[in-house]
């Protein structure tokens, strides 16, 4: 060794204060705050009670609030039932591919939404797409493409890769012992994800569901394009407020957006309660 | 389908059975538990115990070699398919299950009629002590409370071969000796031959019939 021993030692350098370094923290994570907290002050500001009312009393934005809730609602159930044994598969097993099929399921998380839109709508314009949304017509008396399904379609095709990205956290977080000792007491490896690795996973699942469901009601890009935005047809909230603000009525469009504000804080109290840091990283 | 129980019969078999896990590798090992004993595996932290049980139990593909239960070949049958109780390190009770739903796991799965679930259950509880336990969730238990969930767990569809990895390792030391008595008259209660991982020395003397250790990547029976 080549230090000195300690008698030898000369006198400590100066240390600089801290102070700076803990009020850089502070300014720069407060200003941020405040600008979030400024930004939705002032929508309540620019509304008044009557206003609010009067906007969503209207018939269009009472079927854009219907077509909001049941699109998100069915888009998270779907979301679900992809998300959990994809999270399941790509957190218990390993397999070639399984890089590949990682990054996959991360290209709806990256692309831009508009180009979501965009891509699903060529995709109803080849032979296949064409085939199927005949198939689904003659099912079902509806199309997809500027219509209903189309509104769920573009919605699931981004919200899902959230759910996807909760869920594998979560299996991630529970050991898979659990499920090995419900194997051993005879369970197959089904019954072992029904009957333990899915409750043991109900936080998360929770978690998910709600992920999805605000990412659908915030969904606006892929709908647009791929459903459209025709009143009292297509129209969703996000489409509302864009509708709204291209007539000049901004009183509507704020109105419209108190009440996604509203349902998104909603929405991180109960991903919050479940422990949000846990399964979103 | 009953077998014969004969004395000296020999329940668990590996012969020359190579397990991996990662980049450790347990070569070669073979041993023999004849029906009705008490084996104890012992080794220190990392020296393959746990992969081994777990190979026996199904949980773990071997790289080579056979398993035997019974005289059957159980080397590539699934876990479930090879009746063994198995009671891992940190007891993995079920969370969202309540005590009674754990005895009763097994015997659901097995489609038992609900009267015959009910008197398994009662009879395990009793005899490991666990009764006022019944109604409650594992999050209230102690750690002594939570083995005798795990081994009624294990123990309840009537297996004949019992595997035990570390189940005391967590326990503080009075209820670790209670544990022990319990252990030792675990296979006589329930006639199962039991393999039973350790790496403590004093435990391992108290209730084997037949002690094998592991070092240095080898197994010899003491």
């Not at chain 1, 791929?226 to 509507?252: H, I, P, Y």
């Not at chain 2, 949980?59 to 891992?88: K, M, N, Q, S």
Request: hydrophobic share 50%; charged share 20%; with cysteine.
């Amino acid at each position: 060794m080549n230090a000195p021993p300690p008698s030898q030692a000369g006198p400590e350098p100066p240390v600089r204060s801290d102070l700076p370094f803990y009020i850089g923290l502070f300014v720069l994570s407060g200003l941020y705050v405040f600008l979030i907290s400024a930004m939705l002050l002032a929508d309540l500001a620019y509304t008044t009670p009557g206003a609010l009312l009067r906007a969503l009393t209207s018939p269009e934005t009472r079927y854009a609030i219907k077509l909001s809730l049941v699109s998100c609602t069915i888009t998270t159930i779907f979301s679900l039932w992809v998300a959990a044994p994809t999270g399941y598969l790509l957190s218990r097993y390993k397999f070639r591919g399984k890089a590949l099929l990682d990054s996959v399921l991360d290209i709806p998380i990256v692309l831009p939404p508009l180009v979501v839109g965009l891509s699903l709508l060529i995709l109803f314009r080849t032979a296949p797409g064409i085939a199927f949304e005949t198939l689904y017509e003659r099912a079902t008396g509806a199309r997809i493409t500027y219509a209903v399904a189309g509104v769920v379609l573009a919605q699931f095709m981004v919200a899902c890769a959230f759910a996807v990205r909760t869920m594998r956290a979560t299996f991630d977080g529970i050991s898979p012992r659990r499920e090995q000792v419900a194997l051993t007491l005879g369970c197959s490896r089904g019954q072992a994800f029904w009957s333990v690795a899915l409750p043991e996973a109900r936080k998360g699942i929770v978690v998910a569901a709600t992920l999805a469901w605000a990412r659908s009601l915030g969904e606006f890009g892929p709908i647009l394009i791929f459903a459209g935005a025709t009143r009292l047809k297509t129209e969703v909230l996000s489409t509302t407020v864009f509708l709204e603000m291209s007539v000049g009525n901004v009183e509507a469009a704020v109105a419209v957006s108190l009440l996604m504000i509203i349902a998104s804080l909603f929405v991180l109290v109960i991903v919050r309660v479940f422990g949000y840091a846990e399964y979103v990283r | 389908m009953p077998m014969p129980r004969g004395g000296g019969r020999r329940v668990i078999v590996l012969d020359k059975v190579t397990v991996r896990a990662g980049a450790f590798v347990l070569p070669e090992v073979s041993l023999a538990v004849p029906t009705g004993q008490y084996a104890v595996l012992m080794g220190k932290t990392g020296c393959g115990k746990t992969t081994l049980v777990e190979a026996v139990c199904g949980l773990r593909a071997v790289a080579a070699g056979r398993i035997e239960l019974h005289g059957r070949d159980v080397t590539r049958l699934r876990p479930a398919e090879r009746g063994i109780g198995y009671v891992p390190q940190d007891t993995a009770l079920f969370s969202t299950l309540s005590v009674r739903d754990h005895l009763a796991f097994a015997l659901h799965i097995r489609r038992w009629p609900r009267r015959d679930v009910a008197d398994r259950v009662a009879e395990l509880a009793d005899a490991l002590g666990i009764t006022h336990l019944l109604p409650r969730k594992p999050a209230g238990l102690s750690g002594g409370e939570a083995q005798r969930v795990a081994l009624g767990r294990a123990l309840s569809f009537r297996p004949r071969v019992l595997c035990l990895d570390e189940p005391l390792s967590a326990l503080d030391q009075d209820t670790r000796h209670e544990m022990h008595a319990l252990l030792a008259s675990v296979k006589d209660r329930f006639g199962v031959t039991v393999l039973h991982v350790t790496h403590d020395r004093h435990e391992a003397e108290r209730l084997a019939d037949k002690l094998f250790l592991i070092a240095e990547g080898r197994l010899e029976e003491a």
